[in-house]
């Protein structure tokens, strides 16, 4: 007798190890939902920086001004689907089995499944977020490596706090090689995705005081690969550095700004460099937005070939600049930074609102066929635009993502500052409330996206700061987290006995039962 088709679900679900089923059905749930989003921008949402890409990888400009790894899976996928829905696909299933596996991580620290699964899949469902996962962009592996790594460093925060810190199983070896991965991920697919590691390695260190040697190695072998890549393999390979005016453009907008505030403080000589490269009157002007950098960067009236070419004295003034206004430079970093502190957008008028991407290709290719044959002839042109696989899922899609971006709304929906914010406050209360060794490497990550963008930023882009927004929606279920075990004080580090030395899982981590 055949059984129905419910009887037989039920039949499989049960197969599964009840442990399991939390992870799997929020993979299961967010890949669903990323799927439907797909299908109705199908192949993927593009960018000024997808053509980039593809401008790059299909006329041999490499250039490692973007990532050289996320160009590659952009060739690989022209080359083996002639499209981009193969690369998109894939983000949706890495995005899955991320947050399929924080939500483990969830459970870990006292969560109930239930609220897990959900935290777990609202980012699926929003469409600040799900969108973003179906973006051609380095941003959405950068953000998927920022998920990762906030889901290994929860875990093994989670071993201290139930006093196995000690243990050195095969979850621990996995839950290390995961967090390796998140943060190679961050370093491969954003150039100042290194400082993420940075900052996040030293908070990593002090909650996790018996696991020092693996966190430090995790962190610090990502720094490595990365600048083995850039110095030597990428030249190697005939990958091409940017030039001299796109890497040091915040040095040359920092003067602006200096020079628009006080002008007085430049000497004839100063002004004779600054005057040869654009009008004093664009330093002063324009350029001197300290909220947008393309703004000092507009060529013309910016003669950008010139300033690499003087790009030594250049710098040469920015030192001074430094050391006479260091507070003029510092307030524009800060300024520019804008997206990752400030809660609220700027001025409108000054680009300094919150500039956000939409899902929809523009007919020039967002400016490529006014200058660029390479694309404007291409074979693969008539890919580079939405083609839905249902027109009726496209417009339900479409208007759920306008409707959303309701300016009132934006400084919850789009800028993570706010999240930052709360996830600190979230995890402070679940500590106090708890008394749990071990909570601050759950704000590590976080903590480390928001000052990278600090450090160094363009625009108040909001992709940017979108991997706070989603390590903040998985935080939201701690303030009714109820953990089944007690503060643990840490034991002196001890060898494994003989019997967990020969079945290193015969003491797996208990996991929580759920509280009512």
């Known amino acids: 007798?055949?059984?129905?088709?419910?009887?037989?679900?039920?039949?499989?679900?049960?197969?599964?190890?009840?442990?399991?089923?939390?992870?799997?059905?929020?993979?299961?749930?967010?890949?669903?939902?990323?799927?439907?989003?797909?299908?109705?921008?199908?192949?993927?949402?593009?960018?000024?920086?997808?053509?980039?890409?593809?401008?790059?990888?299909?006329?041999?400009?490499?250039?490692?001004?973007?990532?050289?790894?996320?160009?590659?899976?952009?060739?690989?996928?022209?080359?083996?689907?002639?499209?981009?829905?193969?690369?998109?696909?894939?983000?949706?299933?890495?995005?899955?089995?991320?947050?399929?596996?924080?939500?483990?991580?969830?459970?870990?620290?006292?969560?109930?499944?239930?609220?897990?699964?959900?935290?777990?899949?609202?980012?699926?469902?929003?469409?600040?977020?799900?969108?973003?996962?179906?973006?051609?962009?380095?941003?959405?592996?950068?953000?998927?490596?920022?998920?990762?790594?906030?889901?290994?460093?929860?875990?093994l925060a989670a071993r201290r706090a139930r006093g196995r810190q000690a243990v050195r199983d095969r979850e621990f070896y996995r839950t290390v090689g995961l967090l390796f991965l998140g943060f190679l991920s961050l370093a491969l697919f954003r150039n100042n995705g290194i400082l993420v590691g940075v900052v996040a390695a030293p908070i990593l260190l002090i909650a996790l005081p018996s696991m020092r040697k693996w966190v430090l190695a995790a962190t610090a072998v990502p720094v490595l690969i990365f600048g083995l890549l850039t110095a030597v393999i990428y030249p190697a390979a005939g990958v091409k550095t940017p030039p001299k005016d796109a890497v040091y453009a915040f040095f040359y907008a920092d003067i602006a700004v200096a020079y628009g505030q006080r002008p007085g403080f430049f000497t004839k000589e100063d002004k004779a460099l600054m005057s040869s490269i654009a009008p004093l009157s664009h330093w002063k002007g324009r350029a001197a937005n300290c909220y947008n950098a393309d703004w000092a960067m507009e060529s013309p009236p910016m003669n950008r070939p010139l300033a690499a070419e003087r790009n030594d004295e250049l710098m040469a003034l920015w030192k001074r600049v430094m050391k006479r206004t260091p507070d003029l430079v510092i307030g524009a970093r800060v300024c520019r930074a804008h997206i990752a502190w400030a809660i609220f957008p700027g001025p409108k008028e000054l680009r300094a609102n919150t500039l956000l991407s939409d899902p929809q290709t523009s007919k020039t290719l967002f400016s490529y066929l006014k200058w660029n044959d390479d694309i404007k002839h291409s074979e693969y042109r008539p890919k580079l635009k939405i083609r839905p696989l249902s027109e009726p899922l496209h417009k339900v899609a479409d208007f759920s993502w306008r409707a959303f971006k309701v300016p009132q709304l934006q400084w919850l929906l789009f800028r993570g500052a706010i999240w930052c914010y709360a996830s600190y406050l979230i995890v402070l209360l679940y500590r106090r409330r708890t008394k749990l060794k071990g909570t601050l490497a759950l704000v590590s990550v976080t903590l480390g996206l928001q000052l990278t963008v600090l450090a160094a930023n363009p625009a108040p882009l909001w992709r940017y700061m979108i991997g706070p927004i989603f390590l903040g929606i998985l935080l939201l279920p701690l303030l009714r987290a109820k953990p089944n075990f007690g503060p643990t004080p840490d034991p002196e580090p001890s060898q494994p006995t003989e019997s967990q030395r020969e079945n290193p899982d015969s003491d797996p981590e208990p996991v929580p039962t759920p509280v009512a």
Request: positive net charge; hydrophobic residues 55%.
């Open 1 to 155: 007798m055949k059984l129905p088709r419910n009887a037989f679900l039920s039949k499989q679900w049960k197969r599964i190890p009840e442990k399991r089923r939390l992870p799997v059905a929020v993979f299961a749930t967010t890949q669903f939902l990323f799927l439907l989003w797909w299908a109705a921008f199908f192949p993927g949402a593009l960018s000024y920086d997808s053509i980039t890409y593809v401008w790059h990888v299909t006329t041999n400009h490499w250039e490692s001004n973007h990532s050289v790894v996320y160009d590659s899976l952009v060739w690989l996928s022209l080359n083996t689907t002639g499209d981009l829905w193969i690369l998109t696909l894939a983000q949706t299933v890495a995005m899955s089995a991320a947050l399929a596996y924080c939500s483990v991580t969830l459970r870990a620290w006292g969560v109930r499944q239930r609220w897990a699964a959900v935290a777990a899949s609202v980012p699926a469902l929003l469409p600040p977020t799900a969108v973003f996962v179906i973006f051609v962009w380095k941003d959405v592996p950068f953000v998927i490596g920022a998920v990762l790594a906030f889901g290994a460093a929860g875990r």
